[in-house]
């Protein structure tokens, strides 16, 4: 189980500033499923950004230095308007297999879009830690 905090950022026609609550599990050492619900604005308008990633860390286990993990997965944008979007993108983290970190993420989806943010790990056999 992970839980963090995260802003992000897309442009295209608007520009979406937003930040919220990230969630994830790992089904497996090294894949992560996210999900992200942002809040902020867009185009002068509040605006919501629910995303829904898979993660595949190419190293899943380092913990200390930086891990990279390729992203996919589908958002859900409201505004003026409803939009939904392929995310695909790659992102760095300090510290996979450790039991905190930062991200930063980078891809497209929506527009162009950086996120980051902090995250805190949880795995089995280690509560309480």
Do not use: N
């Amino acid at each position: 189980m992970e839980a963090g905090l995260q802003g992000l950022v897309t442009i295209s026609d608007t520009t979406l500033a937003a930040g919220g609550p990230v969630l994830a599990l790992r089904p497996t050492s090294s894949t992560r499923i996210a999900l992200v619900a942002a809040f902020g604005a867009a185009g002068g308008v509040f605006a919501t950004r629910i995303e829904l990633l898979g993660h595949f860390l190419l190293d899943p286990t380092r913990q200390h230095g930086i891990g990279t993990y390729g992203i996919g997965g589908v958002a859900y944008v409201h505004d003026r308007a409803d939009h939904g979007y392929l995310v695909v993108g790659i992102g760095a983290e300090w510290s996979p297999g450790g039991e905190r970190g930062w991200f930063l993420e980078g891809g497209v989806g929506g527009g162009w879009m950086v996120s980051a943010g902090y995250r805190w790990r949880w795995r089995r056999g280690h509560a309480g830690r």
